[in-house]
């Protein structure tokens, strides 16, 4: 059983249309997290949700939108793409809340490719 | 905000070398994580440690608290440990995590 999984695992469009990347845990955490990781391979936190509710929110284009239904799903959706969005998405999640003795479990990532 | 650095950025070494990949940061801090990337893209979470030291299989993470510093030992190495080594360290507020920019192991058979 797949811990972490997000879909799709690629994803190819064009500038200026909208997308959805979705992601479920099923370890019962209560944290979720989306990071973007460049072509240089640095990973950067967008956004973090415990138990639905947002509680980091790093400087990102409010084209990009979180949505958490309910603790086990963390969606990523993003208005009007533009060539600079490419990257891989990845989406993790915790027991409880980064920073402290929380281990990280990734999903195995979504490369966005805008054309 | 806690800086990270890694070194080194790049490692080629041949099967059955001992590999250290060394992580330095500058506030104090309560974990510190070691990740791993395969080449095919999934990250996997290898140790999380506060002291000390720690040891599953032929990797070994060692923290020194007083010094900022830990390091990530292979033991005979193989090549399926090639893959992309990152440690994270929490920010000062300590809800967020500050990531090194990773070391690229490649293994030779």
């Known amino acids: 059983d797949t811990a972490v999984s997000q879909t799709p695992k690629y994803l190819v469009t064009q500038m200026g249309n909208d997308k959805s990347i979705k992601c479920e845990q099923n370890?019962?955490?209560?944290?979720m997290y989306w990071y973007k990781q460049d072509s240089k391979k640095f990973l950067k936190i967008m956004f973090s949700?415990?138990?639905?509710?947002?509680?980091i929110n790093e400087t990102v284009p409010n084209r990009f939108s979180p949505k958490s239904p309910d603790k086990a799903h963390l969606n990523l959706h993003i208005n009007s793409l533009e060539l600079g969005d490419s990257a891989v998405y990845f989406c993790?999640?915790?027991?409880?809340?980064?920073?402290?003795?929380?281990?990280?479990?990734f999903g195995n990532g979504t490369r966005l490719t805008v054309t | 905000k806690n800086e990270v650095e890694q070194s080194p950025q790049n490692l080629t070494a041949q099967e059955g070398e001992f590999i250290t990949i060394n992580c330095s940061y500058s506030v104090g801090i309560s974990a510190l994580h070691w990740l791993q990337q395969h080449p095919g893209g999934g990250i996997v979470s290898l140790f999380m440690l506060s002291s000390g030291k720690k040891k599953h299989g032929r990797l070994i993470a060692t923290i020194n608290i007083q010094e900022k510093h830990s390091s990530l030992h292979i033991t005979a190495s193989h090549p399926r440990d090639s893959a992309v080594y990152i440690c994270a360290v929490p920010e000062t507020s300590g809800s967020r995590l500050t990531f090194g920019e990773g070391t690229q192991l490649t293994v030779n058979p």
């Open positions: 370890l019962g955490h209560d944290t």
């Open positions: 993790a999640s915790s027991p409880f809340v980064q920073g402290s003795d929380s281990p990280l479990h």
């Open positions: 949700y415990n138990n639905k509710e947002l509680i």
